[in-house]
Each structure stands twice: as structure tokens, then as C-alpha cells.
DNA sequence: CTTGATGCAAAAACTTTGCAGGTCA
DNA sequence: TGACCTGCAAAGTTTTTGCATCAAG
């Protein structure tokens, strides 16, 4: 029987996830996290990002080449990447109306979409 | 004064990325060289696929963590990622309407936006 | 001929894996 | 205490770079 215990390590790890306001890349968890853990090394972040992904609870996505995860559960939702400073948020609004099932042009079937904005971020926009 | 060859190697990359029906991943733009060009070396993929990024013919794109190449200049267009076959089709219909300096929900300014549907191609839907 | 381009191999960057020692239950 | 977890370092991958040689003009 494999048991999966609550370590320090991904105690911190889980917390910077779930705090975070869009999708992190592994460099940016192994960052956050050495605040709390100075030694931690990057081989824990990459299996513990690993862990909870097979555990459902996070999930990648790719943005710009760069892998990058958040939690799941948070429904349908999509990303603005914000080409001023870089950083990535979540959006709740859909500017799409796709229910799976729908013919596109061409015959294809779509069962899922995804979207990324692009643009100027409220706090880079303020920042002017 | 720096000039910019013509050679085989580069006629046959270009020839490719003009001829594709949607974008490609570097290994595919090499395995397709190689009927012309058996010797072609993995680098010169790579240093042409970049050499035409840099001179805008060609650009790229990421989908499902992979970096693809496509041609530029194709207008506004999405992509199709069959999840049956894998292949990635270039759609030339916008499901979104968001003229550039929309301000989205949450104060976001959007100035370009990328759309990714993932269904059945029809050939896959046709071969069931 | 001159200089840019190519192929090979080494280097760099990013992930995964093996191990000995540390830690959770 | 036993089994899982961690950090370090070695091994894979993928992409870039250095160099001697080749070839476009």
C-alpha cells in the first residue's frame, strides 16, 4: 500500500498555488517557495507539481512556449497575458459561445477552446 | 555588409512552411526536408526556421506545450488540435469579437487575442 | 576568391531519475 | 522503525553555439 504524506515542502508548495492569482511557471513556485524553505530543491518542485497534477488539483497550461500551472476547479475560464510586465491572469468572463458539440466551419467538431488575451494589464495601464 | 544566402537547404525549408497546411513542429519540417536532403542537419532546421522568424515569413506558435512554425501574412486566423489524430489545422473564421483596445472586464486592454478549438477533424469524424 | 551557410559535435537550458540520508506517521 | 520524501548530482531532452569545411555569388 503507497501512502502520500504531508511534508513541509509540499505544504508551501500547495499553499503558493492555491494563493496565486493566475498561472505560476515552476521557476516562479521554486522562487515563492525558498522564502519559506531557502533549501529547497528544484527536483521537489518539479515531483510535487507532478503530484498534484496527477492528483487532479492543479493542471498545466502553455502560454508563449512557457508551461505554466494553476489549480483546478476553477471552472471555465480563460488568460490575459499581459505584454507589459509579463504576468498572467485569469479571467471568469468566456468571450466565446461554443458549446461542445457545435459544427465550426469546415466540419470540424469542437469539443473544448481556449483563449488568451493579450494586452495591457489595469495595474501597467494605471502605471502611465 | 551582411548578405543573406539562397541555398538549397533554405529553399527547401521555406518551400515546406509555404506548402503546409497548418503549422509544424520542428521535427516535422526536418523529416519532410530529408526526402530532399537526407544529410540535413537538425541545426540548419533551426537556424532557418529562426533566420524566417526573424525576417517575419514565418512565425510561431505554441499549442499543447509544442512550438509550431506557420507562415505569416495569413490574415487573422485560429487553430483546430484534433484530439483524435493530433493534427493542427489552421481555421480561417473568428469565434470572438474583440477589436483591438477593448477594455475587458477587470480593466484588461486587449490589443490581440488567440483562439485554440479542440475537437474531431472531419476526416476523423468521417472515418468512425 | 571572399564570406556566409552547413554539418557535426560540444555546450547550454530545462526536466527527470537514481541514491543515500532525513522525516513523517 | 519502516516507508516515503528530499536534496544533490547524474542522465535525458531539446535548442543553441563553435568550428572547420563547403559553396553561393
Not at 15 to 41: C, E, N, T, W, Y
Request: charged residues 20%.
Amino acid at each position: 500500500m503507497t501512502a502520500t504524506r504531508s511534508t513541509r515542502q509540499r505544504d508551501v508548495i500547495t499553499r503558493i498555488m492555491q494563493a496565486a492569482q493566475g498561472p505560476l511557471a515552476v521557476a516562479d513556485v521554486h522562487d515563492r517557495a525558498r522564502s519559506d524553505l531557502p533549501g529547497l530543491g528544484i527536483a521537489t518542485v518539479y515531483r510535487t507539481l507532478k503530484l498534484l497534477t496527477d492528483q487532479g488539483r492543479i493542471h498545466p497550461v502553455t502560454l508563449d512556449g512557457e508551461t505554466l500551472y494553476e489549480t483546478s476547479g476553477q471552472g471555465h475560464h480563460h488568460h490575459f497575458s499581459c505584454q507589459d510586465c509579463g504576468r498572467v491572469f485569469t479571467l471568469h468572463t468566456c468571450p466565446v459561445a461554443l458549446p461542445s458539440g457545435t459544427v465550426y466551419p469546415g466540419g470540424f467538431i469542437v469539443r473544448a477552446h481556449e483563449v488568451t488575451l493579450y494586452g495591457q494589464c489595469p495595474d501597467c495601464a494605471a502605471r502611465v
